[in-house]
Every structure is written in structure tokens, then in C-alpha cells.
T-cell receptor, first 116, second 115 residues
Framework: AQKITQTQPGMFVQEKEAVTLDCTYD???????LFWYKQPSSGEMIFLIY??????QNATEGRYSLNFQKARKSANLVISASQLGDSAMYFC?????????????FGTGTQLKVEL | SAVISQKPSRDICQRGTSLTIQCQVD?????MFWYRQQPGQSLTLIAT?????????ESGFVIDKFPISRPNLTFSTLTVSNMSPEDSSIYLC????????????FGPGTRLTVT
């Protein structure tokens, strides 16, 4: 069974600083995908970034980058130049190939607060 | 990316009643998913809804409690039946993208409070 672990229930960062949100995973499947989602207080889930298990380079999307260390089974999210609007809950998720590969297993999330 | 809408956005219901949540997508999709997020918790998949077939439920979720309809490729409903306060959650529908990443796009969610 797949498992996602996020060990930081809450994080604080000052505006304009970079922050790293940790995510480790466990799977026996050699092919998998890792996702990060942002959930503001409004409740919607916003897709941020994706990393495939066979991707040679770390994924980047604007201020978001994914520090993928396959041997350590970690997929940490790095947010550069934090903004007040980045304050939200962040979830790491893994795609499960069971039943066609569209099931997502989520971690418990990290609440990020950006301070002035 | 797909644009997904949900109705209602929030509701307060009495225990013992049922609520049907609608999910509408702006494009045809094969698979739709329903998730539950209990207060302060992560998301848990309830079921996968394919058009033209029975929904596939995850362990711990049953059709009698969470019946799902999928009448066409752009629409699905989830009913929360015989509600209790423990059903108070955000319910989100999602669809799989068609790109190589198969990312899932989520609707805005339905905040349900059962009193």
C-alpha cells in the first residue's frame, strides 16, 4: 500500500523568504507520480506541481519547485520568495496505479503561514 | 485544465436527512472522483465514478450511504444519506487530466454541516 508522510503540521516563513515543505513517500511500484496541492481557507484544492518517478530533472512551476530525491523517497516542495497569499494548507499526494492509475493518496498536510 | 463546479457550495442539514451534491465539468471526462475531507483532516477517496457503470467504492464507504450517479460524461452526483454529525465534511469532486501527468483537478468543494 502507498503511504505519504508530511511531518510538519505547521510552518512559518517570513515574506520574501524561501520555505521547504517536507514529503516522504513509500511505494513498491516503480512507476508513480507525486503531486503538491494548495488548499486556501476557502477549501478549494489547487494543483501546484507534478513529478514523475522517471523524470530526470526536478519539476519547477514559477515560484514552486520540487526537490525530488528518489533514493530517499522524498519529494519536498520549495516555495521561493514567499508571499502573504501563500498562506494555506499544502498537501503532498501520490498517484496509485490501482484501477488505472488515477487514485490519489494524500498526506496529512502542512499549514503554512507567511508573516510580514 | 478542466473547470469544475459544485452545488451547493455549503449546506447545513439535520441529522437523518439526505443531501445530493452535484458536480459539473466543462468537458467530457471518463473518470470522476469523490473525496471527503473531515475537519482538520486530509482528503480520503470515497469512490470513482465511471459513466455507464457502477461506481467503485473505497474501503469504508458503501453505496447505501453514498450513492453516486454518473448519467453522462460531464456530470455526477453524490448523495450523503441518513446524515449524522460525523458526516460534517467538505466533499470534493475531481476529474483526471488528459496529459501525461494525469493530474487531478478539483471542484471548489461542498461544505456540509450536520446538526
Amino acid at each position: 500500500a502507498q503511504k505519504i508522510t508530511q511531518t510538519q503540521p505547521g510552518m512559518f516563513v517570513q515574506e520574501k523568504e524561501a520555505v521547504t515543505l517536507d514529503c516522504t513517500y513509500d511505494t513498491s511500484d516503480p512507476s508513480y507520480g507525486l503531486f503538491w496541492y494548495k488548499q486556501p481557507s476557502s477549501g478549494e484544492m489547487i494543483f501546484l506541481i507534478y513529478q514523475g518517478s522517471y523524470d530526470q530533472q526536478n519539476a519547477t512551476e514559477g515560484r514552486y519547485s520540487l526537490n525530488f530525491q528518489k533514493a530517499r523517497k522524498s519529494a519536498n516542495l520549495v516555495i521561493s520568495a514567499s508571499q502573504l497569499g501563500d498562506s494555506a494548507m499544502y498537501f503532498c499526494a501520490m498517484r496509485d496505479w490501482t484501477g488505472g492509475g488515477n487514485k490519489l493518496t494524500f498526506g496529512t498536510g502542512t499549514q503554512l503561514k507567511v508573516e510580514l | 485544465s478542466a473547470v469544475i463546479s459544485q452545488k451547493p457550495s455549503r449546506d447545513i442539514c439535520q441529522r437523518g436527512t439526505s443531501l445530493t451534491i452535484q458536480c459539473q465539468v466543462d468537458s467530457q471526462v471518463t473518470m470522476m472522483f469523490w473525496y471527503r475531507q473531515q475537519p482538520g483532516q486530509s482528503l480520503t477517496l470515497i469512490a470513482t465514478a465511471n459513466q455507464g457503470s457502477e461506481a467503485t467504492y473505497e474501503s469504508g464507504f458503501v453505496i447505501d450511504k453514498f450513492p453516486i450517479s454518473r448519467p453522462n460524461l460531464t456530470f455526477s452526483t453524490l448523495t450523503v444519506s441518513n446524515m449524522s454529525p460525523e458526516d460534517s465534511s467538505i466533499y470534493l469532486c475531481s476529474v483526471a487530466g488528459t496529459g501525461d501527468t494525469y493530474e487531478q483537478y478539483f471542484g471548489p468543494g461542498t461544505r456540509l454541516t450536520v446538526t
